[in-house]
């Protein structure tokens, strides 16, 4: 129901930064969880940051400290900026969303609970 497009993907080397972007077509009154996951060859779908409305946001322990996601809310866009970018990093990312009325499933980030996804943007880092 929400349309994504994912942006903003490339390749860099070992300790850059992209900045992935993510545009959605709900309104800025929307009530909603957004999460960007991530998918390597051969690897399950894992989630790398969540934001809901309630303000919380949430890092996979593998990038705390390197990504922050944030929202432009003017222009109804999710951000991930990623620095130190480490060839692990490596994967095809999509972000998500799903409506969000509260609770804390958001931080879980469980593919399962994302209904809209976006087309997916590949990372490649290389060492």
């Known amino acids: 129901q929400v349309q994504l497009v994912a942006s903003g993907g490339g390749s860099v080397q070992a300790g850059g930064s992209l900045r992935l972007s993510c545009s959605r077509s709900?309104?800025?009154?929307?009530?909603?969880?957004m999460a960007w996951f991530r998918q390597a060859p051969g690897n399950e779908r894992e989630g790398v940051a969540s934001?809901?409305?309630?303000?919380?946001?949430t890092y996979a322990d593998s990038v705390k400290g390197r990504f922050t996601i944030s929202k432009d809310n003017g222009k109804n866009i999710l951000y991930l900026q990623m620095d130190s970018l480490k060839p692990e990093d490596t994967a095809m990312y999509f972000c998500?969303?799903?409506?969000?009325?509260?609770?804390?499933?958001?931080?879980?980030?469980?593919?399962?609970?994302?209904?809209?996804w976006g087309q997916g943007t590949q990372v490649t880092v290389s060492s």
């Open positions: 934001f809901d409305s309630d303000g919380t946001s």
């Open positions: 709900s309104d800025t009154n929307t009530r909603i969880c």
């Open positions: 998500a969303a799903e409506l969000y009325y509260g609770g804390n499933w958001c931080s879980f980030m469980k593919p399962a609970g994302f209904a809209s």
